[in-house]
Nanobody, 123 residues
Framework: VQLQASGGGLVQAGGSLRLSCAAS????????MGWFRQAPGKERDFVAA????????SYADSVKGRFTISRDNAKNTVHLQMNSLKPEDTAVYYC?????????????????WGQGTQVTVSS
């Protein structure tokens, strides 16, 4: 499964971005999906996850209330809507997929990873 993340960029604090994750040649409809981020010199951290149906989601405390994960199985995509962005949200954002359809918050529970998209929030 090849995942392609897109939608990153440079935005001022308080702004919004919408990240997308798409897969080619393979349906994601039965996979649990997640977003992680990694800032320079730091570990890869969990951001958000969604189960195969889109009915169950989970968020890191640091983004709860500001970020929303969603999926469109018909279009084979997963999105991360990021609002009220803060400078501390600056990182490379990765989408990931796991064969089991339930949500998961640990990076080790995912086996497929996209290449990452840079999000930079200026103060």
């Amino acid at each position: 499964v090849q995942l392609q993340a897109s939608g990153g960029g440079l935005v001022q604090a308080g702004g919004s971005l919408r990240l997308s994750c798409a897969a080619s040649q393979h349906s994601l409809s039965s996979y649990g999906m997640g977003w992680f981020r990694q800032a320079p010199g730091k570990e890869r951290d969990f951001v958000a996850a969604i189960d195969w149906s889109g009915g169950i989601t989970s968020y890191a405390d640091s983004v709860k209330g500001r970020f929303t994960i969603s999926r469109d199985n018909a279009k084979n995509t997963v999105h991360l809507q990021m609002n009220s962005l803060k400078p501390e949200d600056t990182a490379v954002y990765y989408c990931a997929a796991r064969i089991l359809g339930q949500i998961a918050t640990m990076a080790s529970q995912y086996i497929y990873w996209g290449q990452g998209t840079q999000v930079t929030v200026s103060s």
